[in-house]
């Protein structure tokens, strides 16, 4: 059963933002799959802020997608063929399957999704996930936040962030949340219960982390980078904590200048620490029976963004970079 695939290739790499013509869609035939191969239908692709760094040649934690390679992403995806013991024809999966609607290849680069769980499938790309993993070891592991301390997140409405302010008030911290837009701030305040939310783009973040944190800052979970950091370096207290995630700020711009007020992680004896959730691949059940857990006891929420067709892939990871996407940005490329 060969499969008709479409894919997008990287064909240069952008400057600035990810334009259309930097990826070219490409159509071809797949072979049947081979002995410990399964072909897997691709259901859900992930955008995330890091396919710009992927596309970029640049030294990163991973090596660059090569020019002519398939755009490298996570999937979700239902086994179509299987020549393995342990993938069945129906199962859903996950692995990194790529921009393209179908893989045929080795069936131990997927996992096998947990039955009958309940859960809609998008909980597995949304929470359930990289992404939860992300904001539960990144906070727990590196901030280690303490009850009564104050957390600042930022990018706080979107797929990590707003798990990591949940986590931290499920620790007893207090939560400040930064992001850019009011409803994005009511949503992160009134529902999910992060004790301030500051809009970056009408308020003044350093006046309003004044008003917030009158006891100064203890951890910060980075995601932005740029003024925002600074704001925040300004206002962390001694032995304080930065769990360095990201900083999209700067994806699009390599040549984005550093903080200025680098001088207070000496003054202030602050622990910065970047990390790449991979790092944490070995301890990924110890994540999810928490994620699931709070899940199940309803005080971890989280909200997915589904745009359909893979075709609008290029233009729409664009929308991470202005804050266009509420919760985890994904591609539905074919129905459940
Ligand atoms: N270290 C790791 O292993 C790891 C894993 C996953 C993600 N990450 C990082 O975590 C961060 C969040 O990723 P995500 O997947 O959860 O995406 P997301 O937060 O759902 O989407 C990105 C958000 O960033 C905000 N943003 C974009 N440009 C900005 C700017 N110039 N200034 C301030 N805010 C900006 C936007 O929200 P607003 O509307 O609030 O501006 C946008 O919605 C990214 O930096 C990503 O690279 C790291």
């Given at each position: 059963m060969?499969?008709?695939?479409?894919?997008?290739?990287?064909?240069t790499r952008?400057?600035?933002?990810?334009k259309?013509?930097?990826?070219?869609?490409v159509?071809e035939?797949?072979?049947?799959p081979?002995e410990?191969?399964?072909?897997?239908?691709?259901?859900y692709?992930?955008?995330?802020?890091?396919?710009?760094?992927?596309?970029?040649?640049?030294d990163?934690y991973?090596?660059?997608?090569?020019?002519?390679e398939?755009?490298?992403?996570?999937?979700?995806g239902?086994?179509e063929?299987?020549?393995?013991n342990?993938?069945?024809?129906?199962?859903?999966?996950s692995?990194?399957?790529?921009w393209?609607?179908?893989?045929?290849?080795?069936?131990?680069?997927?996992?096998?999704?947990?039955k009958?769980?309940g859960?809609?499938?998008t909980?597995?790309?949304?929470?359930l996930?990289?992404?939860?993993m992300t904001?539960?070891?990144?906070l727990?592991?590196?901030?280690?936040?303490?009850?009564?301390?104050?957390v600042v997140v930022?990018?706080?409405?979107?797929?990590?962030?707003s798990?990591?302010?949940q986590i931290?008030?499920?620790?007893?911290?207090?939560v400040?949340?930064?992001a850019?837009?009011?409803d994005?701030?009511?949503?992160i305040k009134?529902?999910?219960?992060?004790?301030?939310?500051?809009?970056?783009?009408?308020?003044?973040?350093?006046?309003m982390?004044k008003?917030?944190?009158?006891d100064?800052?203890?951890?910060?979970?980075?995601?932005?980078?740029?003024?925002?950091l600074?704001?925040?370096?300004?206002?962390?207290?001694n032995f304080?904590?930065?769990?360095?995630?990201?900083?999209?700020?700067t994806?699009?711009?390599?040549d984005?200048?550093?903080?200025k007020?680098?001088r207070?992680?000496?003054?202030k004896?602050?622990m910065v620490?970047?990390f790449?959730?991979?790092?944490?691949?070995?301890?990924?059940?110890?994540?999810?029976?928490?994620?699931?857990?709070?899940?199940?006891?309803?005080?971890?929420?989280?909200?997915?963004?589904?745009?359909?067709?893979?075709?609008?892939?290029?233009?729409?990871?664009n929308?991470?970079?202005?804050?266009?996407?509420t919760?985890?940005?994904?591609?539905?490329?074919?129905?459940?």
């Open positions: 060969s499969v008709e695939n479409n894919a997008w290739k990287l064909a952008p400057d600035g933002d990810i259309q013509s930097d990826l070219e869609w159509a035939t797949l072979p049947d081979a410990g191969e399964i072909c897997v239908r691709h259901v692709l992930s955008l995330d802020p890091t396919n710009r760094i992927w596309m970029s040649d640049i990163q991973m090596p660059p997608v090569a020019i002519g398939v755009m490298r992403g996570g999937t979700l239902v086994v063929a299987s020549n393995v342990g993938y069945a024809v129906g199962d859903m999966v692995g990194m399957g790529g393209q609607k179908y893989t045929v290849g080795p069936a131990n680069a997927w996992q096998v999704l947990p009958d769980t859960l809609p499938m909980a597995f790309m949304g929470c996930s990289f992404i939860g904001a539960y070891f990144g727990l592991d590196i901030c280690d936040p303490k009850p009564g301390e104050t930022n990018a706080a409405a979107g797929a990590v962030g798990l990591v302010g931290a008030k499920i620790k007893d911290a207090r400040v949340g930064i850019g837009s009011d994005k701030c009511k949503w009134d529902e999910l219960g992060f004790d301030e939310a500051i809009n970056y783009k009408t308020e003044n973040v350093l006046e982390l008003q917030y944190c009158p100064g800052i203890d951890c910060v979970f980075e995601n932005v980078g740029g003024q925002i600074d704001d925040q370096l300004t206002l962390m207290n304080s904590r930065i769990a360095l995630c990201g900083l999209i700020s994806y699009n711009d390599l984005a200048p550093g903080p007020m680098f207070n992680i000496l003054m004896r602050i620490k970047g790449i959730v991979s790092d944490y691949m070995a301890r990924a059940q110890e994540a999810m029976a928490d994620l699931g857990k709070w899940m199940m006891e309803g005080k971890l929420q989280y909200r997915v963004d589904v745009r359909p067709g893979l075709e609008n892939a290029p233009q729409v990871v929308d991470l970079f202005v804050g266009a996407n919760g985890k940005l994904m591609i539905q490329i074919s129905d459940e």
